[in-house]
T-cell receptor
Framework: SAVISQKPSRDICQRGTSLTIQCQVD?????MFWYRQQPGQSLTLIAT?????????ESGFVIDKFPISRPNLTFSTLTVSNMSPEDSSIYLC?????????FGEGSRLTVL | GNSVTQMEGPVTLSEEAFLTINCTYT??????LFWYVQYPGEGLQLLLK?????DKGSNKGFEATYRKETTSFHLEKGSVQVSDSAVYFC????????????FGKGTKLSVIP
């Protein structure tokens, strides 16, 4: 298994501001991912966080809006930049280990 | 592209009732199929998976069979318990262990005593 800690668990943010979400894993993993779950919608993959190089973004997501850092094999951050109410979602960190994908509990952001 | 469609919720059942949550998919290639569960206040957990046609995944009394001919992966349990109350997500990957999953919208199950 994998123990994944995300911070913050929830936050209320003002329009136009940015927020950084942290993801800490209990031991080293090669593959880390960031997902978004908008209200009433399915989870959507934002990007793959690559250690030592730029993240790989999925269609519809760009680095300027969702910059990602991956300084080592146990930690990653996702920043939601210049937020608008449409960014209100749950953001989830996930890691791949032993053929399985594990998820953090998510960070619930509300943008006013 | 890949997509997953699962039945709309919420679903409310009495304890010991039979559960079916339908899931159909559209994909190119040979995806693996998954059911994830999210209990209240917890993160997503893998419930079961199947990696090829006619495989049956099973766990905690839940079962799902990979049906390529009907592009389906319906989740079933013969007798649900209150502790099964959760949100269930059907998902597929791009194949070859890509870990890049496409999810359905989730189905909330409530089991009442």
């Amino acid at each position: 298994s994998a123990v994944i800690s995300q911070k913050p668990s929830r936050d209320i943010c003002q329009r136009g501001t940015s927020l950084t979400i942290q993801c800490q894993v209990d031991s080293q993993v090669t593959m880390m991912f960031w997902y978004r779950q908008q209200p009433g919608q399915s989870l959507t993959l934002i990007a793959t966080a690559n250690q030592g190089s730029e993240a790989t973004y999925e269609s519809g997501f760009v680095i300027d809006k969702f910059p990602i850092s991956r300084p080592n094999l146990t930690f990653s951050t996702l920043t939601v930049s210049n937020m608008s109410p449409e960014d209100s979602s749950i953001y989830l960190c996930s890691v791949a280990r032993a053929g399985e994908l594990f998820f953090g509990e998510g960070s619930r952001l509300t943008v006013l | 592209g890949n997509s997953v469609t699962q039945m709309e919720g919420p679903v409310t059942l009495s304890e010991e009732a039979f559960l079916t949550i339908n899931c159909t998919y559209t994909a190119t290639g040979y995806p693996s199929l998954f059911w994830y569960v999210q209990y209240p206040g917890e993160g997503l957990q893998l419930l079961l998976k199947a990696t090829k046609a006619d495989d049956k995944g099973s766990n905690k009394g839940f079962e799902a069979t990979y049906r390529k001919e009907t592009t389906s992966f319906h989740l079933e349990k013969g007798s649900v318990q209150v502790s099964d109350s959760a949100v269930y997500f059907c998902a597929l990957d791009s194949g070859a262990g890509s870990y890049q999953l496409t999810f359905g919208k989730g189905t909330k199950l409530s089991v009442i005593p």
